[in-house]
């Protein structure tokens, strides 16, 4: 992944933010069990340092989207989360962050689309409780 500067060289091309995480979770999600850091690299692209990958597996680990098992010296590591899981772990970690909760909530939904709206308000109706059950 390149992209060519003004003077004729090229550099590397920086990744968006979670561009990397999501390829990690991809690259896990097709893994036949358990795969080392390695396996991970080669599936990535092996421009990506070692320590890199064992960087985001850790961080992936951290936010609960990827689980790990000791293997030696080192760890094996499963993916339980998928691109959406990730993202909702995300948007859950920006919103424990802040102190006003209602105001996130309240800005968030005011940008959404219509057809988004009507989206999150099936699913809300779908996750809660029915009266009868209360």
Known sequence: ???HRGDGRTAPRRRRQG???????AALRTAPGP?????????????LAYTTVVTILTRLH???????ERSGRSFRWTAVADE???AALRMRRVLDSEADREAV???FVSTLSPGDERLLRDLLEVAEPSEAED
């Not at 561009?19 to 979770?25: F, P, S, T, Y």
């Not at 951290?62 to 790990?68: H, I, L, T």
């Open 35 to 47: 795969v080392a850091a390695g396996w991970v690299r080669e599936r990535v692209g092996g421009d």
């Open 1 to 3: 992944m390149t992209e």
């Open 62 to 68: 951290v936010k609960g989207a990827v689980a790990r």
């Open 84 to 86: 959406a899981g990730l």
């Open 19 to 25: 561009e990397l995480e999501a390829q990690v979770l």
């Open 105 to 107: 909530l309240t800005s």
